[in-house]
């Protein structure tokens, strides 16, 4: 059976900058209805990013099989090559020549908040991109355009692949209705606590409620734990205490690499989480998406010292 893991989302530019201050200090509760703020950024990088991406690095790091399912411009050359030089398969990536790569702008603060805008350019037109009749044992639709994510979901549900349902990013996009559609396509939906709020609020149900009509729902708490409703149950999983946390930019991505390498091979679900609350340690370590490059062993290590699980070859 293949192993091929479809992953559906933007592949951007990152242009990073840290703020050396704190946005709690200058962005006021009474006076957000006439907001005008500037924020000095002496540190300025520009990094491959975007969902799709980052999470196709990350399953590579596990020797997974990525198949990066998006939309680019002709700015993105050099990002191809960088993809190509790891092993990652483009096959499914669609160059659009006529438009930009999207691009996400990012400015973080010393307490790890981020600020961000994003350009969608070629990802508009990604619902263009048909993988219909892909063979690959799981997907995920992770932030894009909404007509993007939706027809992703559309054609892995009809041709019976599962597939992972991430909101993130996208969020503003999607009213309760939306969300409750892509549930009722998707196997397993994951979300950070804030997002979980969201889609409580406006689907009107519980996380526990909605985990009870998919494989399950995995909630991220940062630093505390990992809540898995699965099976009726919720379980928390301790998260992993880091040392020095250097930026959270792709923490997330990297967290959904874990847990779609666990899945491919037929984990338990919380086996799966605890290999995804691993990887987002290693890149919550590193600045930038896509440049930590810890080793399986160093990986394999850290699973079995952490959660007393050894899984990996």
């Given at each position: 059976?293949?192993?091929?893991v ?5 592949i ?15 962005i ?7 907001l ?40 993105a ?29 990012i ?8 600020i ?14 048909d ?28 041709d ?11 969020m ?10 892509m ?20 689907t ?14 995995i909630v ?12 009726g ?17 792709g ?7 874990g847990?779609l ?12 989480c605890?290999?995804?609350?691993v ?35």
């Open positions: 059976m293949s192993e091929k479809l992953i559906c989302g933007s951007a530019f990152d242009t990073i900058a840290v703020f050396e201050g704190h946005f709690k200090d200058h006021l509760a009474d006076s957000i209805h006439a005008s703020v500037s924020f000095f950024v002496p540190s300025l990088r520009k990094e491959y990013g975007g969902c799709a991406g980052n999470i196709a690095y990350n399953l590579k790091l596990l020797n997974g099989q990525p198949v990066p399912v998006g939309a680019v411009g002709s700015d050359q050099d990002y191809l090559d960088y993809m190509e030089m790891q092993g990652i398969d483009i096959s499914r990536v669609m160059v659009l020549p006529d438009m930009y790569t999207p691009q996400c702008f400015t973080t603060d010393l307490d790890n908040n981020q961000a805008s994003f350009h969608p350019g070629a990802m508009l037109r990604s619902a263009e991109n993988i219909s009749g892909v063979d690959a044992s799981w997907a995920i639709v992770a932030p894009d355009s909404k007509d993007g994510m939706f027809a992703h979901a559309r054609r892995l549900h009809a019976g692949t599962p597939f992972v349902f991430d909101l993130g990013q996208a503003p996009l999607f009213s309760g209705d939306d969300i409750t559609d549930m009722a396509l998707a196997r397993i939906m994951t979300l950070n606590e804030y997002e979980a709020s969201v889609v409580e609020q406006r009107r149900r519980s996380m526990a409620d909605i985990a009870r009509d998919m494989q399950g729902v991220s708490r940062g630093a505390q734990s990992t809540l898995l409703y699965s099976d149950q919720v379980a928390e999983i301790d998260s992993i205490a880091v040392e020095h946390i250097v930026d959270p930019t923490c997330g991505d990297a967290h959904r690499a847990l390498y666990g899945l491919t091979k037929g984990w338990p679900l919380i086996d799966a605890r290999l995804a609350n990887m987002g340690s290693f890149k919550i370590a590193s600045r930038g998406p896509q440049n930590h490059q810890p080793s399986r062993l160093q990986i394999q290590d850290a699973l079995r010292q952490h959660y007393g699980v050894t899984l990996l070859d």
